[in-house]
């Protein structure tokens, strides 16, 4: 049906080819309308797959898979409480290195230091990738560091906006951010080795500006403010899962941490970080090769971070 967006296709015609009664193509026809595929009937046409259609599909995303990446598995959900949450829970029945977990909206979506992510339907992608890698914990920082970088190269392939990346891993337009990313690591009780990681991401794609609750209005905000055509987010999805999925396996090639501080928005400014509940201020120098903030401090000392939270 994706295949033939845009072309009208009479209920007969498609009740021959798939050799089944006009009753049962109402009936799909129907139910795929429930799924938010918008669908027109004339009645001298027949049926048309509008281009406005923009429903989240494992095919839909498969369609735009590198090769390798094809037959990972993808669960796809209408309504979540947070994608974080059910890929922890195919952790423990047994989900495989490359899972993603997706769903149109997170009815308790979480963000970094207990936070909650707005995640209203059909106008982000909240996903989660399941990585079975064989890591250590200073190898997951990096990870975090390589997600912001996927997800900053995938923001500038669909739109023409600049992405920027407030250390750790948030993801800014124009000063607004638009993406938050929430690393959580799964450690073998006794052996202390890091035998999963999921990595949620948070992507506010069409969330209009007056949907955001009060507090967030300010400072959250989208991708994109035009509307979208058939399938983008189902496009945006495979492209974030084949660039997370190549940096994250290639790891040791610490390119992509060049076009981490190219996008960074903190280095070369004065910041300010928490430690033990004080505001500290220091001077944001580099970022090293395990994605730590270099920070030097007014007494000439440096610290490195590797997680909290900094403000400019
Ligand atoms: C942050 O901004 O502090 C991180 C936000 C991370 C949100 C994503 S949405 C998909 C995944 N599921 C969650 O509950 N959180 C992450």
Known sequence: MEENQDTSISGQDLADMLSVSRTAIWKAIKSLKEDG??????SNRGYLLSSSSDVLSSKG????????YKNIPIHIYKSVSSTNNEAKIAILSGAIHRTVIISDEQTNGRGRLGRNFFSPPKS??????ILKPKLNITNSVLIT?????????CIEKFSDKQAEIKWVNDIYIDNKKVCGILTEAITDFESGNV???????GLNLTTKESSFPPEL????????????????RNRIASEIINTVLLICENLEDRSFLEI????SMILGLNILYKKNGEWIEGYAKDIDEYGGLIVVLNDGHSVILN??????
């Open 195 to 201: 035998e999963s990681v999921v990595i949620g991401i």
């Open 61 to 68: 995303i498969r369609e735009f898979l590198f090769n390798e």
């Open 145 to 153: 560091t390589a997600v912001a970088v996927a997800v900053c190269l």
């Open 124 to 129: 982000g992608i909240y996903m989660s990738i």
């Open 307 to 312: 997680s909290g939270e900094i403000t400019i």
């Open 37 to 42: 595929y918008i669908i027109n009937a004339t």
């Open 260 to 263: 981490y501080k190219e996008h």
């Open 217 to 232: 209005k300010a400072i959250a905000g989208s991708v994109l403010h035009t509307d979208v055509s058939f399938s983008t």
